[in-house]
Structure formats: structure tokens, C-alpha cells
């Protein structure tokens, strides 16, 4: 740990003891992809998605400190990072090295910054990024290992049809899992999404488009 990793004071150090990941934000987000698949594809489901700007979309306008942000905002952006890497304890090291970097280079009260849930954001979605290119390097040199078996609470206690629309979300390309991923889970507008991978508004639009296709193509594939 170099002296520069803030102090317990400024960003609780994450030992491992958990929070349990409950099913019911896995199953919202599988609920609202599922259907949107299946309104492109003209059929009917009896499972209502959250429709774009669900709870929890409002802004303070009292800019918080690096500490409120993380009490708040950690395991949301954990369970983003598992979406995109299938792997808890590496989704919670991709998380704590995000809010390491923003320490560094803002400090603890955050006032030469915007908008730090965007910083963060962009930094798990960049951190998730390394990591799987980290993945393929190895596979290309090391024989392939066994891969990341989901925790009970991650997959029993939720409908097949969730874990059919989870399952399939990982056959993606990585920026459709993202665009995905920050449009259904996160709740970011297109516009939001732009910024936060880098690019155009119309490639995001059409990156979603081809993402529910090809996860349409999957799921029916699974009947």
C-alpha cells in the first residue's frame, strides 16, 4: 500500500466483510432487459421493466464528500462492476481502486469535481475494462481455467428467466454488455452513457439496438 491510499478517516478500507448481494436488483435489471427484448421482438410479457428513470435518479445539490459517496454509492457500483467481470471479489477491487484514484486526485471533500458519480462510474466501467483485458492475455498463455461459479444469492433465488437474461448478457461483445449494462442497470440517459465510455450518442443508440437483437436471438434460442 503506497502513502498516497487515504486514510481510514477519508475511505473505509473494504476487509471483505460483505454486504450480501440480495437477488432483487439482479432481478429488476433482468426484468427490464427481458422485456425490453421482447418488445422489439413483438412479444408479450407479463413482466413490466422499470421504465427509464427509476428511483434513484436524482441529484443531490449538496455535492458529497468522498466518505458519503462511499456509504452510498459503493455496493451500486460493485454490483455494476460484477455485471461486467462475473466475479465478486474482483468487481469489489475494481470498485476500491475507483475510489482510490478519486481520492488522489481530488481529496476528500471533492470540490474541484462535477460530478463524482460520473468519475466514478467511467473509472469502474475503465477498471472493468483492464481486468478482462488482463483475462484474455492469461487465457492466451495459461490453460483455461474453470471460470467464477456466482454466489447462491446471485442465482438460486432468482427466476430462470432472470438467470436466462444474465446468462445470455455474458455471451455480449463488451461494449454491448456495457451500453447495457449503464442503460438498464445504471440508468443513464444516451447521453450519459456517450460520455461515459467515449462515444458518440448515435453509437450508442445503435450499440443498444444490436444488443437487445442479439440477446433476443439468444433467448429464443434457449425456448
Known sequence: MTTATPPAAALPRD?????????????????????????????SSATPGNRAGAPGLAEPVRRPAIQELYHHRRLSLVRLALLLVDDLPTAEDVVQDAFTALFRRHGGRLASLDDPEAYLRTSVVNGARSVLRRRRTVRAHVPHAEGHAPAPEEDVLLHEDHREVLAALRTL?????????????????????????GLSRGAVKSTASRALDALGRRLEGLR
Open 15 to 43: 476487509h471483505r466483510h460483505r454486504v450480501p448481494l440480495r437477488p432483487a436488483p439482479w432481478r429488476r435489471f433482468a426484468q427490464t432487459v427481458r422485456a425490453r427484448v421482447l418488445a422489439r421482438t413483438g412479444t
Open 173 to 197: 461483445t463488451r461494449r454491448q454488455r456495457e451500453v447495457l449494462v449503464l442503460r438498464y442497470w445504471s440508468y443513464l440517459t444516451e447521453a450519459e452513457i456517450a460520455a461515459t465510455l
